[in-house]
T-cell receptor
Framework: DAGVTQSPTHLIKTRGQQVTLRCSPKSGHDTVSWYQQALGQGPQFIFQYYEEEERQRGNFPDRFSGHQFPNYSSELNVNALLLGDSALYLC??????????????FGPGTRLLVL | RKEVEQDPGPFNVPEGATVAFNCTYSNSASQSFFWYRQDCRKEPKLLMSVYSSGNEDGRFTAQLNRASQYISLLIRDSKLSDSATYLCVVNQAGGSYIPTFGRGTSLIVHP
């Protein structure tokens, strides 16, 4: 039983570029949440997708957008990259839309470096 | 004031020691609380939930003090393998239940 998978594992971009990160949820899960974890900080909630819609959103600008596909996989898009967007981006899946974090399984993350 | 605050440490302790971490939160209406463990360059993993009555899982004990708005994690008989960052997580109330993570406390257990 595959857990949460994310791709790519590492990514280097330059300021102003756009990036797309991908996440496949754990088998049986239909809800995907995205988090940003800057170095030395805890993860910060970006948004959550359920039934292909954004259900909850944290305090992130519109440059951060997402999508969920019918197979429950999800993408995180970040436009107009800033140096401060350098972070580990974590995807977490769960089997219901509730935001109780303890029901969420985290993927290994994508490390994004913006130069 | 940050919503969830933790001392980043590091806490450097010998094997067998007892160590305790605290985490304070600002929203008195917060509903649920958790401790996560994150190894270097890995994803966070749930360590334990924190209940008002306190709860214990082997060498780990978690406590919640609603009056003073903090949660604690006590680790007894520390092992080398306990070396990690411990994140406290608070599920905010108000309908959205967005989880808020602290910045984590680094624990280093040495021989």
């Amino acid at each position: 039983d595959a857990g949460v998978t994310q791709s790519p594992t590492h990514l280097i971009k330059t300021r102003g570029q756009q990036v797309t990160l991908r996440c496949s949820p754990k088998s049986g899960h239909d809800t995907v949440s995205w988090y940003q974890q800057a170095l030395g900080q805890g993860p910060q909630f970006i948004f959550q997708y359920y039934e292909e819609e954004e259900r909850q959103r944290g305090n992130f600008p519109d440059r951060f957008s997402g999508h969920q596909f019918p197979n429950y996989s999800s993408e995180l898009n970040v436009n107009a990259l800033l140096l401060g967007d350098s972070a580990l981006y974590l995807c977490a899946s769960s089997s219901q839309t509730g935001l109780s974090v303890k029901t969420q399984y985290f993927g290994p993350g994508t490390r994004l470096l913006v130069l | 004031r940050k919503e969830v605050e933790q001392d980043p440490g590091p806490f450097n302790v010998p094997e067998g020691a007892t160590v305790a971490f605290n985490c304070t939160y600002s929203n008195s209406a917060s509903q649920s609380f958790f401790w996560y463990r994150q190894d270097c360059r890995k994803e966070p993993k749930l360590l334990m939930s924190v209940y008002s009555s306190g709860n214990e899982d082997g060498r780990f004990t978690a406590q919640l003090n609603r009056a003073s708005q903090y949660i604690s994690l006590l680790i007894r008989d520390s092992k080398l393998s306990d070396s990690a960052t411990y994140l406290c997580v608070v599920n905010q109330a108000g309908g959205s239940y967005i989880p808020t993570f602290g910045r984590g406390t680094s624990l280093i257990v040495h021989p």
